[in-house]
């Protein structure tokens, strides 16, 4: 590629919802506009993505303690939506890609599958028993 360009593949594995879901995964309190960047796509995207993951029971959005910002509160224990991953937690997905998962009130640190603690491994080991 010549003078930097980037190269834009036509498809990739990883949706804009994963995608947004990874980056609020990785840094609760990222400001969407900062999300929008860096996935590539507008602010207004991010916020329909937001409210998708919302409605799905994914994300819990909360009013920071400075009462500007938002909180993202990933759900693990949501399951993939479509059939053919029926049955999957989305715990492993965010293990696998380094989005460690921040325990609110509603997940209590360490317990549960695909709480704080559990990698690759034990997520295999739990799903091949």
């Not at 990785?26 to 916020?47: F, K, M, N, S």
């Not at 409210?51 to 400075?66: C, H, I, N, P, W």
Request: aromatic share 4%; proline share 6%; net charge positive.
């Amino acid at each position: 590629m010549a003078d930097g360009a980037r190269h834009h593949p036509s498809w990739t594995f990883l949706t804009n919802h994963a995608r947004v879901l990874l980056m609020l995964a990785r840094d609760p309190g990222i400001r969407l506009r900062d999300v929008a960047a860096e996935c590539g796509v507008t602010e207004r995207t991010v916020q329909a993505i937001v409210a998708d993951l919302e409605a799905g029971g994914y994300v819990t959005r909360r009013r920071g303690s400075d009462g500007r910002r938002n909180r993202y509160e990933i759900n693990p224990k949501a399951q993939f939506r479509h059939p053919a991953e029926a049955g999957h937690e989305i715990a492993g997905l965010l293990d696998l890609l380094g989005a460690p998962v921040h325990p609110g009130p509603s997940v209590a640190a360490g317990t549960g599958r695909g709480g704080p603690g559990r990698t690759r491994d034990t997520l295999r080991r739990d799903h091949e028993t």
